[in-house]
Antibody, heavy 118, light 107 residues
């Protein structure tokens, strides 16, 4: 079945670069895109960016200058890198599969909590 | 950016009651809309895609509708397990945006 699992460090310092990995199973990264969504503690969901099945990317302009999404299809992994971290980047980071219907997210990982604090 | 104005922000309803949550898009987004349910400490779960289509495995008491740029999620007979926070998502244009969420509780 379709599964996504995020991994990465839980605690980061301001100005550092965050690196997260989303490992997927049950589908191919060359068939479906994968996106990243952030949720500050107790707040709503914010789409950050997506890497499509063909390898192209789209980013939210709010974080585009700091964000990079890439993948290794042989390992079924998608990577998020975001530099110049600030405390407001604290939250749970989810990766989610883009489904066949309008590319809407249909499966989500369990999320990884990232805290940015000195 | 397309704004998705979701209402109400919170809602308390009784078992078996009909519940409706709406998202007003700031411009036309066609059927590029989904609804999600999120329970505490869990990731969102897809309920409705393409504005009106029920996702696989979702009970038929959930339904989605569209009238112009207003989108609605209806729960026909509220059950205990339906409590949580509901979000809409538009994927019509970048940046894709979620509604602010509706917290649904049992009365």
């Amino acid at each position: 079945q379709v599964q996504l699992e995020e991994s990465g460090p839980g605690l980061m310092q301001p100005s550092e670069t965050l690196s997260l990995t989303c490992t997927v199973s049950g589908f191919s990264l060359t068939s479906n895109g994968v996106g990243w969504v952030r949720q500050p503690l107790g707040k709503g969901l914010v789409w950050m960016g997506t890497i499509w099945a063909g390898g192209s990317t789209n980013y939210n302009s709010a974080v585009q200058s700091r964000l990079s999404i890439s993948r290794d299809t042989s390992k079924s992994q998608v990577f998020l890198k975001m530099n110049s971290l600030q405390p407001e980047d604290t939250g749970t980071y989810y990766c989610a599969r883009q489904g066949v219907y309008y590319g809407l997210f249909d499966y989500w990982g369990q999320g990884v909590m990232v805290t940015v604090s000195s | 950016d397309i704004q998705m104005t979701q209402s109400p922000a919170s809602l308390s309803a009784s078992l078996e009651e009909i519940v409706t949550i709406t998202c007003q898009a700031s411009q036309d987004i066609g059927n590029w809309l989904a609804w999600y349910q999120q329970k505490p400490g869990k990731s969102p779960q897809l309920l409705i895609h393409s504005a009106t289509r029920l996702a696989d495995g979702i009970p038929s008491r959930f339904s989605g509708s569209r009238s112009g740029t207003q989108y609605s999620l209806k729960i026909s007979r509220l059950q205990v397990e339906d409590t949580g926070i509901y979000y809409c998502l538009q994927r019509y244009s970048n940046p894709w945006t979620f509604g602010g969420g509706t917290k649904l509780e049992l009365k």
